[in-house]
């Protein structure tokens, strides 16, 4: 079975621009959450979004959206980029648990796509 | 501001040797506890995870970990590693109804042979 994938896996942009990263679930998963890791730093929590609908939010400005289609796959959109932007962005997808909480479910993690900004 | 602190960033051992890595956490609620690794070229995956219950939690490849709640602690063990533990470790806390997942800074664990 496939798993998690995401794309592109390396970016470069200058900063004031605007990216856009894609993710793909592990087919039948409906979940998919977003992180940005900073290097030498665990993942933070940017969105989890579940059935199309956001379902958590981490401490992220506005810059930063996402949304989920009808066949679970996700993008995360970020505007006006900074410096300190530059990170691995990865994604997580999880089967849905019914429940209220982000991240009961197990979470399967993909490979990243690591974005530099200039 | 919730965080959660790995207090050891490089741990070096030697095979056979026992490994305790530590975890707390400052949100004084209810939480769900996670210890997640990552392999050398491989994605995080998940190590083992603990809702309620037994506080003494089971993981895959011979890893467990003990929730102290009193301690906001949830440290993981192995009694005796391998090279192939080599990796780095991740503890990750989510808070309940809280709805933001708390990744700690990672302990990167060096095995040698």
């Known amino acids: 079975d496939a798993g998690v994938t995401q794309s592109p896996t390396h970016l470069i942009k200058t900063r004031g621009q605007h990216v856009t990263l894609r993710c793909s679930p592990i087919?039948?998963?409906?979940?998919v959450s977003w992180y940005q890791q900073v290097l030498g730093q665990g993942p933070q929590f940017i969105f989890q979004y579940y059935e199309k609908e956001e379902r958590g939010r981490g401490n992220f400005p506005d810059r930063f959206s996402a949304r989920q289609f009808p066949n679970y796959s996700s993008e995360l959109n970020v505007n006006a980029l900074l410096l300190g932007d530059s990170a691995l962005y990865l994604c997580?997808?999880?089967?849905?648990?019914?429940?209220?909480?982000?991240?009961?479910?197990?979470?399967?993690f993909g490979p990243g796509t690591r974005l530099l900004v200039l | 501001a919730q965080s959660v602190s790995q207090h050891n960033h490089h741990v070096i051992l030697s095979e056979a040797a026992s490994l305790e890595l530590g975890c707390n956490y400052s949100?004084?609620?209810?939480?769900?506890l996670f210890w997640y690794v990552q392999y050398p070229g491989q994605h995080l995956q998940l190590l083992l995870k603990y809702f309620s219950g037994d506080p003494l939690v089971k993981g895959i490849k011979g890893f467990e970990a003990e929730f102290i709640k009193s301690k906001f602690s949830f440290n993981l063990r192995k009694p005796s590693v391998q090279w192939s533990d080599t990796a780095e470790y991740f503890c990750a806390v989510l808070p309940y109804n809280f709805n933001k997942f708390y990744f700690g800074s990672g302990t990167k664990l060096n095995v040698k042979p």
């Open positions: 949100y004084g609620g209810t939480v769900n």
């Open positions: 087919s039948g998963h409906k979940s």
């Open positions: 997580a997808s999880s089967l849905p648990s019914g429940g209220a909480l982000v991240g009961q479910e197990t979470q399967y």
